[in-house]
């Protein structure tokens, strides 16, 4: 078995009408709020040819 991907853990600080869009954006994918900002992130990345393959 391969070993689980360790995250790293940070406090963010959001405006409440953005973290309103993106838990609501969250439920309609049905991810937690981590979760869509990670994928969030993960797609910024992918199209800024920032991410690492």
């Known amino acids: 078995?391969?070993?689980p991907k360790k995250k790293k853990a940070f406090v963010l600080r959001?405006?409440?009408q953005i973290m309103e869009a993106v838990e609501k954006?969250?439920?309609d994918e049905f991810r937690s709020v981590n979760?869509?900002?990670e994928w969030i992130l993960n797609e910024a990345?992918?199209?800024s040819g920032r991410k690492k393959k």
Do not use: R, T
């Open 1 to 3: 078995m391969s070993e």
């Open 14 to 16: 959001v405006n409440p």
């Open 25 to 27: 954006w969250a439920q």
């Open 35 to 37: 979760g869509q900002i």
């Open 45 to 47: 990345l992918k199209k």
